[in-house]
Every structure is written in C-alpha cells, then in structure tokens.
C-alpha cells in the first residue's frame, strides 16, 4: 500500500496526539456514518472526523462535513488540518521561503477568502482559462486569534516546538512523526523530473535514483523548528505533482503559497481555517517521508492556535448551521451524552431563555415581573435562564434571575455547574453573586471536576485564589483522577501551581496513570511549573 493512502491516517493520529484529554464515543445521526475522535483542547471540546483511507477532493471532504454537522450541529468553526505541497521560493511576511516540514495557513486577501479553487472556472477559448468566484474567508473568531498568534511569533514566542517534542513523550510509538532531517529536504530543478526505482513512487523515500547534482541549493536554517507562513492555499481535485503547473498558477497569483485537494470543498459551507503542514513541494519528487512530520506540525499550530481563543469568544460566536442559513431543528429532549460533551446546543426554549440569549432586559424584566411558569426551565441542553446569562455574560439578568428565586445548582448530573461555567470565563462578578448565594464551591461537572479545576487549568490567579478562601477543596480529583495541582501542572500555569501549593494543596496525589503533578510538569517540560516545585523543596 502506497504512503498516499496513509494520509488519512497520519492527520488524524497526529491531531488526536494534541488533545489535552480524549473523551469517549458518542452516539452518532443515523446519516452520518464518519468516525471521530473526541476530546479537548484548552478547555474546548473538540470533534476529529478525517476523510475515508485513499480518499481525497474537495466533494469528499465537503461530505465529511455535511455528514458531521448532523451529529454536532452546534459546532461554531472547523480547523482544516493536514498536509500540502509548498511552492519553492515563496514566503509571507519576512519569513524564509517555504521548506518541508514549514506551515501554511490560508489568510484572506482583498480578492480571496484564503482558498482559492484553481480548478474552478470558465474556458475563453483558444486555451486561455480564467478561475471564476472567491470561497468565503474564515470566521472572524479564527481571524483574531491568528492575528494574536502571528503577533507572538514574531516576538519569537511559540508552543509548537514544545507541542511536537510531547508527542514522542507521550506517544514513544509514534517516532516517525519527528523531523526527518534537513539532508531530506531535497528541491531539485523544475524541468528535472523524478526517477523511481520501479516500485510505487510514494515508497522510493528521499529520491534513492535522482540525481543529486540537480538538486537548488537553499539557505540555512538556524534551527530545525518549523516557519508559519500565511497566504493563500489552492486547492483542487486533482492531485498536483507537476512542478511546471505549479509555477505556472503561482505566476498567476503570487499569493499562493500552497496546494492540496480538499480545502476548496468547505469554505462556503463549513466556515473554517485551512492549516497545512509542507510535506512536499508540489513535483513529482513527492514521497510519503516528509507526511507524517508535516501532519504534526499542522496539528500544532491548530492547538497553539486554540490556546488563544476564550471560551466567551467560543460561546458568542454563531454555529455554523447558523451562519450558512440552516434552521435548528426544534427543542427535543437532550442526549445526555451529548450534553456531556458540550456539542448538542439547539437553543433556547422558552421566552425566557430566548429574551437572555438576544439581550433584551426589559424584556427579561417584564417575564419575571409576571411571573414564569418554571424559572428553572431547562432548555434542549439542559440550561437554564440562569445557564443563559453566564454564557451571555449578562451579569444583569443574572441578578434579576437570582432575586426571583432562580437555583445556583445544576438542575441534573449531566448539565455544568453555573459557577463552573462562570469561573471557566473568568467572569469574577458572576463567581462572586453565586458565592454570595451558598453556590457550592465543590460542586462537579460530568467529569468530575470542580470549579477550582477550571481557575487552574485557565491559569486566573484571581478566582483561584477567591475559592480558595470560600474552602474550596485543594485536593478533590476528577473521574481521571487528577487535581487541581495536577491540572495546573499539566497546562504549564506555574502561578497557579504557587498559589495552591501555598494554600497547602497535597504534590504526593496521583491520577489514575499513577502521575504526581511533578511527574505531569517533568513529563510535558513545564520548566517553569518544575521550578515552582523546586523551590518549594518537592523533587
């Protein structure tokens, strides 16, 4: 079998390799016959669907997606994550031109979304061809943060080294998703074409058969870590292995920076960002070395890139059902399973929860003045109004709600607490009301964890200092076992691991992989949170 239809299976273990917890199975739409990873990224909960083994174009992977939205229809964005072919010479910004094992991330310019279909277009005749149409540009949630990213790499602050050297350590057998070598990172002449040893082209490796002498000599690198580079991907059905073709569409628009085969079938019904990992240079020299590392590299920008996007900003922004005009479904009952996961939200379904949703407080007002049936209504996701104004960040409904009488308990096992919630947005006003109302400090979310967890994982030395002092327990663990400390070690958060060490929360508990959070900081090279330990004396 040919590395080719391996891909598949590269993207999806090195996307699954990034996430910070993996979440079970999950009932599926009866016409949605995709298989998926579940976890989470930073806080995010995080849907994998990769196309079938061998299959590739943009009809696959706009099928996938379709097929996805029927199970998890509240998704608000997709991250399009895997490899490309690079076009030699060229880079974005001050970068070096692009190099396998590099990073290209489409970007929206004045005349295009970011993707742009080269195969796409009319004839004019005498075999002139003129690409018609522009694909949608990402959502701006997406657009914010990548400017953010961009931003601190060029201040030379970046995880993705760190990111891809965890997943060794944590994987040992996945070593071939490591760099392959610099001596591999060959670009030899465009007229010059690939020599295959007999066998299937994608298995010769580094070019055994061609001849060296005809190999562009490219500037040093001071280090091995990968450069991102933004601009526009081209994408196509075909595979695109012809280096004659390649320059000459990049002449056409210098923007393009990259090629590959699925993007093209999202953009304008799946509001996503295309990242992909070098793993060749669009010629017939491609081989299968460079995939797995360039899969890795793409699927680290993804979390790097996760890490600076808010849970509010998650929450206000619309799904994407919403955004390309498809109606919700209406209210129906709740698959606790679903709910569990965070994926299942159709809205709201009383007058109530819909007049929080849209911020309408005199209308909130009028409700409560004359009185709801049930103040404590759940709607299709087991939120209440008072849910509602969490998410919503309405410290004024929530106030309203509460003095009507409204519970700061979660009406059910499944459904998060509000003052998780609240502390997981780092609302401080909102953590404080709830407190004042006999919240419970400790009370757990479906998986165990209480709000404390959520103060340290999001590293906010204000509310976790602020539980704290209302008694919260230092030492409760989730359904993985861990604590507080443990996930504070794990997410690299050294000033929560401070404070809770202060507050005299136990070093010695293990989780259920039998790891000291030491071991978690020492495991993952939290130098930082290592030094913490140390200078508490704890080796």
Known sequence: MSNEKTVSEYTMAAAKAMLDEIHPKLPQASNDHNSYCLGSINGHNIAIACLPSGVHGTTSAATVASSM????????F?????????VPGRHSDKNDPIRLGDVVVSKPTNSSGGVLQYDLGKSLGNGLFQRTGSLNKPPQVLLTAVSELQADHMMGFTQIPNFLSQITQKYPSMKTFSYPGKEFDELFEREYEHVSTGVDNDNDGPCKMCDKRRLVPQPDRKTTDPRVHYGIIASGNQLMRDARMRDLLAQEDPGILCFEMEAAGLMDQFPCLVIRGISDYTDSHKSGLWQPYAASVAAAYAKELLSVISARQIWKTTTINEAIGIQQPPPQAANPLLQLAGLSLLGPSTPLHEAIA????DVVKSLLEKG???????????????????EQDDLVSAKALIEKGASTFRPNIMVQPVLKMAVHLGNEEMVKLFLDQGGNVDERDALGYTPLVAAASSGNDKLLTLLIQQGADLNARGSRGGTALHQASHVGHAGAVRILLKAGANPDVRDI?????LQIATRLRRENVKKVFAEANIV
């Open 69 to 76: 939205l029927h199970t998890f229809p509240s998704i608000k």
């Open 78 to 86: 997709g991250l399009m994550v895997g490899i490309g072919g690079g």
């Open 358 to 361: 849209r911020g309408q407080h």
């Open 372 to 390: 709801v049936p049930n103040i404590n209504a759940q709607d299709s996701r087991g939120y209440t109004p008072l849910h509602i104004a969490v």
């Open 513 to 517: 992989s039998g790891r000291t959070p």
